[in-house]
């Protein structure tokens, strides 16, 4: 085929224009990629992903990618792991993006909110930037508001409000405590006038207005069970082995229940600490009681029995030990001083005495002692007692006194035992003076009974009887041919008595002499008779 000239310059430009337009594309695509960064004048542009650890933004052969600059400066950032959406991204040692687990905070230092519950605190379970909710009894008071001085949180208008601090006396409020007698003593003395040794006053009075339970009685329920349900108590249920004391616990404003078989209540009082400045009961005059009990019957209408003190024991089965409803230990070390009826006591007599009854008391102000009805009586409350007084082996002091035995009782001048008749009133009385004893029988013969064992007879005739009384007085029927009689006693005498006797041939009286008397035995002769009586009386011990 013949080319023109036309032709040919067509072709000519055809090759020109195709040649410029992939020179032009090539410079296009390696400019941008050896250019130092995309800028305003190139928003789109695409270069290769460099290698890992380098930030030059040198464009190499390999993977493209497109993006867009969302700031002004020329680093794109790369991601680790894969991103949520509203999480908070992160920025790790590499510079890598990183999803952060979780929303975004405000302010600076950023962190991490973890979900919780409605309510929660936000907690720093420990030292970082992530918050979760604060689990129960985690939060420390040290984080929490200073309040004010000796006050607590609470609630003190009776509707919901925001905690507030409360004053002591706000608080005790709310318990009804009001005014004098609070819960609480300040810092100083309850009794204004009195300082301890060293001079400061820094007594804390806690005063309460009502119950206090202790131990075991913590667990009392409190409610009245009619006298059936006894003690509401885990440790011994509904009643302490069967036993109902219901009254005692509820109506107590001090109550301690010692489960354990141990000291339930211990009161000691130190003569020798009372020398505070001030104190009315000084070293000179002071009163040290371990406890003490007061009673105050002023009630005229409906009268009731009023108690100082109740001490009350149970032996509930068979096998147990003793028991004691109260026992009284006096102990001496200094030298023994007797205590007579007619010496007082005081404060420098040295006496030690188990239980000091005395009739009047320390009440002051309109009170105006008279006699008291009795310094003791044994009565029954149920039952009775086997016994009055029992004075045990050795329990007395075997040197005081004549007997060897000990002293019983130290009565003054003509004090009276009197016994008594349901009906008749008294009916015998003794008592004892200057010359011996006097024995009185206001309804009776004034008649002296003395029982024991008879005594033995011999050399009493022949057959006679048996002989009838004791070894004080006594009688025996002689036999026949009887010239006297002897008395063997039933127990000899420690000191040789004296006896003085009396015999009868049933018609006239005839005379009768003692031969001999010794401890054991008493020999009398009289005129021989037949089944004549004699009569005979020994006074001794």
């Known amino acids: 085929m013949t080319m023109t ?18 020179f032009w594309a090539f410079m296009t695509f390696t400019t941008g990629a050896q250019a130092q960064g995309c800028g305003p004048s190139n928003p789109n542009c695409v270069v290769p992903t460099p290698p890992i650890g380098q930030y030059d933004n040198r464009a190499i ?12 400066t020329n680093v794109i950032g790369t991601v680790i792991g894969t991103l949520t959406n509203g999480h908070c991204v992160s920025i790790d040692s590499n510079m890598n993006l990183i999803d952060a687990g979780g929303a975004c905070t405000t302010g600076s230092g950023g962190g991490t ?24 009894g985690t939060v420390v008071n040290s984080f929490l508001a200073n309040m004010a001085a000796t006050t607590v949180k609470g609630n003190a208008t009776g509707s919901p409000a925001a905690p507030a601090d409360l004053s002591m006396t706000t608080l005790l409020a709310q318990f009804g405590i009001t005014g004098a007698g609070n819960l609480y003593g300040a810092q100083g003395s309850f009794w204004t006038d009195i300082t301890d040794a060293d001079g400061t006053a820094n007594a804390r009075i806690h005063a309460f207005r009502d119950r206090v339970m202790v131990d075991d009685a913590a667990l009392e329920s409190g409610s009245w069970n009619g006298g059936t349900g006894g003690l509401a108590n885990s440790r011994s249920g509904t009643a302490i082995n069967s036993v109902n004391w219901n009254w005692a616990p509820r109506e107590g404003s001090l109550n301690v229940i010692n489960s354990w078989g141990e000291l339930a209540v211990v009161g ?12 009315p009961h000084s070293a000179t005059g002071a009163a040290p009681i371990g406890v003490s009990g007061f009673g105050l019957n002023d009630r005229t209408t409906n009268p009731a029995n009023v108690w100082g003190g109740y001490y009350e024991c149970l032996r509930k089965f068979t096998g147990t030990g003793n028991c004691f409803p109260l026992e009284i230990d006096t102990g001496n070390v200094g030298p023994v001083v007797d205590v007579v009826p007619y010496t007082g006591i005081s404060p420098s007599s040295g006496a030690s005495v188990g239980i000091w009854n005395q009739c009047g008391g320390s009440a002051g102000g309109a009170v105006s002692y008279t006699n008291c009805s009795a310094a ?65 029988s206001p309804s009776g013969g004034g008649h002296v009974g003395v029982t024991g064992s008879a005594p033995t007879i011999s050399a009493c005739g022949t057959s006679p009887g048996a002989a009838v009384g004791t070894d004080y007085a006594g009688t025996v029927l002689e036999g026949t041919a009887s010239t006297g009689c002897t008395v063997t006693f039933a127990t000899s005498f420690n ?22 008397i010794t401890l054991a035995a008493a020999a009398f002769v009289h005129a021989n008779t037949n089944n004549g009586r004699l009569y005979w009386h020994c006074d001794g011990n």
């Open 376 to 440: 003791m009586q044994i009565g029954t409350n149920g039952s009775n007692w086997r016994k009055g007084i029992v004075v045990g082996f050795n329990g007395l002091d075997t040197t005081n006194g004549n007997s060897g035995g000990g002293v019983f009782a130290d009565l003054t001048q003509n004090a009276e035992l009197r016994w008594w008749h349901i009906t008749l009133g008294i009916t015998t009385e003794m008592w004892g003076g200057q010359k011996g004893i006097t024995i009185n």
């Open 61 to 72: 052969n390999g993977l493209y990618i497109q993006t867009m600059r969302s700031g002004n």
């Open 495 to 516: 000191n040789t008595p004296g006896c003085v006797a009396n015999f009868t041939d049933g018609t006239n009286a005839i005379a009768v002499a003692a031969t001999s």
């Open 268 to 279: 000691m009082s130190v003569l020798s600490s009372a020398n505070r400045s001030g104190d």
């Open 5 to 22: 000239p036309w032709k040919f310059v067509a072709l000519m430009l055809a090759i020109v224009g195709a040649f410029f337009l992939i």
């Open 113 to 136: 909110v973890n979900a919780a519950t409605a309510g929660q605190l936000a907690y720093y379970a420990s030292s970082g930037n992530a918050v979760s909710g604060a689990p129960s």
